[in-house]
């Protein structure tokens, strides 16, 4: 397996955060994940890197932004196929797939960045939508062993995960038969409800409370377009995290941290992170 020593991975982040950077390891098979896994205790695994603020890596970091292994695709039934997809796949080339076969199931996908192995691991949606309906099994690798389990979501978290660290290498996905012009329909549908993000980002920062969006609390609290050295709460929606250039993993940390404490001083609410810190 492939090692590159403190590399930089700015450009592995969505957030192009300057001075991320780490061990980077790329596995070639299931077989380098195992041993990866049984070698080390503690790691990192990013794959689109969409949903990660980052800086200087101490833990060694898996790679799972590529391809291992291929997609197949059988029917379960006469309206319905499982298709095994590896973890590494961009969903934006899952879209394609499903539009290009009349397959039905992703389309709330449509426009969000990030990997599959990404997206199940944290049940990444628009509001309102889950992975629930349309993920079988996820095989994944702990401890140098491989398994699988049925997963359950909950609101941007993979309920029962296994302990971490765990690597996700595939999963089942049950899709339904439909035309590709009905799939096509529902995957405009989805991306003209989006908003359009023209700087670095990792989408949004926070997790929205039950009594009120995120959003909404960090604008009352004078949060949107605040800026700590490129660390920016986007100008347009205050829970959007963007990068307006050359901003530093503490830049963010001392952004997120202001948007939390403003919020708990004036609404006395406990914002809870959607994006990943990495601290080490
Ligand atoms: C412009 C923009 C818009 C976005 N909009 C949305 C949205 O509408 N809804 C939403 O939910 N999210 C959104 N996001 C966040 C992000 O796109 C999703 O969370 C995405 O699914 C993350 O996938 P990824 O492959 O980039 O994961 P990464 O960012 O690489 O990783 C995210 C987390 O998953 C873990 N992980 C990744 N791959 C694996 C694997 N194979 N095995 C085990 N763990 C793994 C990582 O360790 C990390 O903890 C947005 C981000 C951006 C930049």
Sequence with gaps: MKLKKGA????????????????????????DIVRFSYEFDDFRVISGGSNIVAGKLEKPVLYMGSMIGTSSTEDVSENAVRTFM???????????????????????????????????????APKDSSWDDVCGSVYYVRKGAVSMFIPEFGYRTLKNAPEAPYVIYGADLILVKDSPENVRKRVLYYLSKRMRITKPSAGSLFKNPDIEP???????????????????????????????????????????????????????????????????
């Excluded at 955060?17 to 299931?30: H, M, N, T, V």
């Excluded at 499903?98 to 990997?115: D, H, Q, R, W, Y």
Aim: include cysteine; proline fraction near 4%.
């Design 8 to 31: 930089i991975l700015s450009n592995l982040l969505t957030l192009k955060i300057k001075d991320a950077s780490g061990d980077l390891y790329f596995p070639e098979s299931i077989d």
């Design 214 to 280: 995120a959003g909404s609390l960090l604008e009352k609290a004078g949060m949107k377009g605040y800026e700590v050295n490129g660390a920016c709460l986007s100008p347009k929606h205050a829970n959007i995290v963007i990068n307006n250039g050359g901003a530093s993993f503490d830049d963010f940390c001392r952004l997120k941290d202001e948007a939390q404490n403003r919020v708990l001083k004036m609404f006395n609410i406990n914002l809870e992170l959607e994006v990943k810190y990495w601290y080490a």
């Design 86 to 124: 590896p973890a590494g796949a961009p969903i934006n080339k899952v879209i394609d797939y499903s539009v290009k076969n009349g397959l039905s199931g992703l389309e709330f996908m449509a426009g969000i960045p990030g990997t599959v192995g990404g997206a199940i691991s944290g049940n990444a």
